[in-house]
């Protein structure tokens, strides 16, 4: 469990926190020929390795690095405008299986049984899951309900507020759930609720309504979820 945990950590910081969107352009542009596709996959195999912080992991961390870039690979060749968010979905889903092939190959050389090493790790990946990674993750999910704005009102926001205020909303979620508060959620979903009111009734647009309220339940169930699959796992340490 906590092999995976870790791989899971290093692929969430190589996957969303330290690939900008540069990159990703890059890499959709010129597919094989973009050498950030190879910095990107060298970078996997070097976290994975850090990460776990075992000499004997070098061989899995290079196994893990070369199914990430061959799935990368697969993904940036075969994808077109109108599938990128499928492909998304399958390119994660993917990479999080060889994620527990690597960890269950592992795991019969390696058993970590400090509570606190655990707990640490186990929490450290919990709260990056739930910043930028959900983010991109939401992002896509509702890709395909993006409603076309009638008013441009950029500048009456502050830059990427939306994006801070769903971290946060889901940090307090999280934090609520594993110390057992759970009427503050309630709370804090009715506060934001109160202040989002304003703007979508002055907007008058029920897609929109519509669209706010799919990503708020996504980002708080998001939240709640991985609160309880963090309560389940330090259960058995």
């Known amino acids: 469990m906590i092999i995976f945990v870790k791989l899971l950590l290093a692929h969430l910081i190589g996957d969303f926190i330290l690939q900008p969107n540069s990159w990703v352009s890059d890499k959709e542009h010129k597919v094989h020929r973009s050498p950030y596709l190879y910095l990107h996959t060298l970078l996997h195999g070097v976290l994975a390795f850090i ?13 893990l690095a070369l199914s990430h870039g061959f799935i990368d690979f697969l993904k940036l060749k075969f994808q077109k405008k109108k599938t990128k968010r499928n492909w998304f979905i399958v390119d994660q889903l993917l990479h999080l299986v060889v994620l527990v092939v690597i960890s269950f190959l592992y795991n019969g050389q ?9 707990l640490f790790w186990i929490m450290v990946t919990a709260l990056v899951l739930l910043t930028k990674p959900t983010s991109i993750i939401i992002k ?12 441009d009102k950029s500048d009456d926001s502050l830059q990427n507020a939306g994006n801070y205020i769903g971290i946060l909303e889901r940090l307090f979620v999280f934090y609520f759930v594993i110390t057992g508060h759970y009427e503050a959620i309630g709370f804090l979903l009715a506060a934001k609720s109160i202040f ?7 907007a008058k647009d029920r897609k929109l309504t519509e ?9 708080f169930g998001t939240a709640f979820l991985v609160g309880l699959l963090t309560n389940y796992c330090l259960l058995f340490f």
């Not at 896509?140 to 008013?151: A, Q, R, Y």
């Open 140 to 151: 896509n999910i509702i890709s395909i309900w993006t409603p076309e704005s009638k008013n």
């Open 196 to 202: 989002r009111f304003g703007d979508l009734k002055e």
């Open 51 to 63: 990460i776990i912080g075992k000499t004997d992991f070098f061989g899995y961390a290079f196994a």
């Open 110 to 118: 390696i058993i970590d049984f400090s509570f606190m090493d655990n």
């Open 211 to 219: 669209y706010v309220l799919i990503g708020t339940l996504l980002s």
